[in-house]
């Protein structure tokens, strides 16, 4: 039995555990589901559960923060279509028997739902041997990684970081991690390691560890191994099982960002391509006549007189000389766009064409 396997006993043993996507799995209400055969790249995006010989897959969101029960329970007021007709919104019971037991499955071996959909994923692919073709296999389904240096983020919090795109010399020693369905960066740290912490050791999330609180670890202190964030557990238990460090990951994750196409790399690529400069002007005005060039304020409107709610379109500025400025829109990709320069536009005429 795989190490992944046996860290999902007893729940395994009773249950069944998927992870799918929309274009593997049909939602045919708002609790149940179905899977299909499908020949895809799975984004991996959704955790399913059915109890062994039932026919109905269950999707488990993340498990809420409070109350913590001892064993959660199945909402007594909840209705599939419908929702939770007793608490509405607020309603902190799970949707289904099969979330219920996947809750408390998580509290009683001290998983959250990052760690626990890394072990799926392991135990569906075997697990990944050190020394594979594919080294961070097992964690692009889950996290997205970067390599950065301490100009490529904003610190929002002690450990929230947003990146900002800016053009500059990029040391890349340091390793941020976000989970898919989060647009909030998380630093990753050296992994804890010494006689104190074995080699079988799975890396659990502090749950002493208040961000803002103003010390790291509210019981521990600064001797906490404990990870500060589910994307640190996950990162640092796969250093732990394909023994590696931190500067070897950050070098895979650099090799997998030169091979692959990201939003961007691709902005940046058009950057070098074209000269002048891409902005952001207000709709209305740029399309009014005559035309105003009117940037965004600090608020959610432009910077006319008029104030018009910020409808932004992207334009390319080029500056020919000094006295000649070119303002061109860059629209958004047309359906069945053939890729081809309108002739009329080359010869000097106005587009022809529909807008």
């Not at 995006?45 to 064993?71: D, E, H, I, Y």
């Not at 074209?274 to 608020?299: A, H, M, V, Y």
Request: proline share 5%; charged share 25%.
């Amino acid at each position: 039995m795989a190490a992944s396997e046996s860290k999902l006993v007893p729940l395994s043993s009773t249950h069944e555990l998927k992870l799918a996507c929309t274009q593997c799995s049909v939602k045919e209400k708002e609790v149940t589901y179905t899977l299909k055969s499908v020949l895809h790249q799975c984004a991996r995006t959704l955790l399913l559960c059915r109890a062994k010989g039932g026919s109905k897959w269950r999707p488990v969101s993340k498990r809420p923060m409070f109350p913590n029960p001892n064993q959660y329970q199945m909402c007594l007021f909840y209705v599939e279509g419908h929702g939770c007709t007793s608490h509405k919104n607020r309603c902190t019971f799970a949707r289904s028997v099969e979330e219920a037991t996947v809750w408390t499955f998580e509290k009683r071996r001290g998983l959250d739902h990052m760690l626990l959909c890394k072990l799926v994923a392991q135990s569906e692919t075997g697990g990944d041997p050190p020394g594979n073709a594919e080294p961070l296999g097992d964690l692009l389904p889950i996290l997205e990684l970067k390599a950065a240096c301490d100009q490529c983020f904003v610190k929002e919090k002690k450990i929230t970081r947003t990146v900002q795109l800016i053009s500059h010399n990029c040391r890349r020693d340091l390793l941020l991690a976000k989970d898919k369905a989060c647009h909030q960066w998380k630093p990753v740290a050296d992994r804890p390691a010494g006689v104190r912490i074995g080699p079988n050791v799975f890396y659990q999330v502090c749950r002493f560890h208040v961000e803002g609180s103003g010390s790291e670890c509210t019981y521990h202190g600064a001797a906490c191994t404990f990870a500060r964030s589910s994307e640190e557990a996950v990162v640092w238990n796969h250093l732990k099982d394909h023994r590696i460090d931190k500067g070897q990951l950050i070098r895979q994750v650099v090799e997998s960002e030169r091979t692959r196409s990201t939003p961007e790399s691709a902005a940046e690529s058009i950057r070098r391509r074209f000269s002048g400069e891409f902005i952001e002007l207000c709709r209305e005005c740029f399309n009014d006549c005559p035309q105003k060039l009117t940037l965004k304020k600090w608020n959610s409107t432009c910077s006319a007189d008029s104030a018009h709610t910020w409808d932004p379109v992207l334009v390319h500025h080029l500056s020919e000389n000094s006295s000649k400025h070119v303002y061109s829109q860059v629209r958004p990709l047309l359906p069945n766009c053939q890729f081809t320069y309108c002739s009329h536009v080359r010869q000097g005429k106005p587009c022809w064409h529909q807008p």
